[in-house]
């Protein structure tokens, strides 16, 4: 059976066909919402402690992210909208660069006594509605998800990125300038060798065939909303 990675490596194999290394002239190169939060899993939420889930839901120039956070007796299910502003990738920068539209939106959350639970909500109605500032890139920052400058989150995926040698090895050939959203789908434009990327990526992320189908049954309920 065909992996996902396999499935997209296929739109590109025309335009790959005579070329190696970089092509000069700027291409889109569409990825697939389910691809993205495959990615995401592998190469965040894997790595992160507090993190039982991250995904994203995918819209026209926007998307919404949906974090499942434990932090010792806190279990909380978390929404938020966010813009893309910057996405590079290459050899020494594996960077996405995200805005915050909207306020953090609480979906649930467990807590284990009532004092808590106030306390809690407090907080959130302080910095939200007091302060007019929202916790988010706060809480992000503190356990070092993302780094905040300038009111954007800045999420570098080189700590992770950069363990793995056969995918650093992959990003030698490419050079992504930006990217955009669109819905269901993540667009990204650059000049790219796509073809060595996913090869690696693909023999990296599975050590059995994955179908786009099995991916799909992983995806939490949240995100077939």
């Known amino acids: 059976m065909p992996t996902l990675f396999s499935n997209i490596a296929k ?12 092509i000069e002239e700027e291409r889109e190169f569409p990825i697939s919402q389910v691809f993205l939060n495959a990615t995401f899993k592998k190469f965040v939420t ?3 402690q507090i993190l039982e889930d991250l995904h994203a839901d995918l819209h026209e120039d926007w998307l919404r992210i949906y ?5 010792k007796v ?10 893309l502003v910057q996405m590079e990738l290459n050899k020494d920068i594996q960077l996405i660069v995200f805005e915050q539209i ?5 979906i649930e959350a467990k807590f284990p006594n009532f004092m808590m639970k106030v ?9 939200q509605k007091i302060l007019r500032k929202d916790p988010l890139g706060i809480i992000l920052e503190k356990f070092e998800v993302v780094k ?5 989150l800045h999420l570098d995926l080189n700590r992770w990125l950069g363990k793995n040698r056969s ?21 990204v434009i650059g000049n790219v060798n796509l073809m060595a990327l996913f090869s690696k990526m693909n023999s990296a992320r599975y050590e059995t065939p994955v179908t786009e189908t099995e991916l799909d049954d992983q995806v939490t309920p949240i995100a077939q909303k």
């Open 148 to 152: 905040v400058k300038d009111d954007l």
């Open 74 to 83: 806190l279990h909380t299910i978390l929404s938020v909208d966010l813009k």
């Open 46 to 48: 894997d790595n992160v």
């Open 119 to 127: 306390g809690f909500k407090a907080a959130l109605f302080f910095y």
């Open 167 to 187: 995918i650093m090895d992959a990003l030698n050939k490419v050079h992504v300038n930006h990217a955009e959203l669109r819905e269901t789908e993540l667009v």
């Open 11 to 22: 739109q590109f194999r025309k335009v790959y066909h005579k070329a190696e290394g970089f």
């Open 102 to 106: 909207s306020e953090t939106e609480i």
């Open 67 to 71: 974090a499942t956070i434990n932090v």
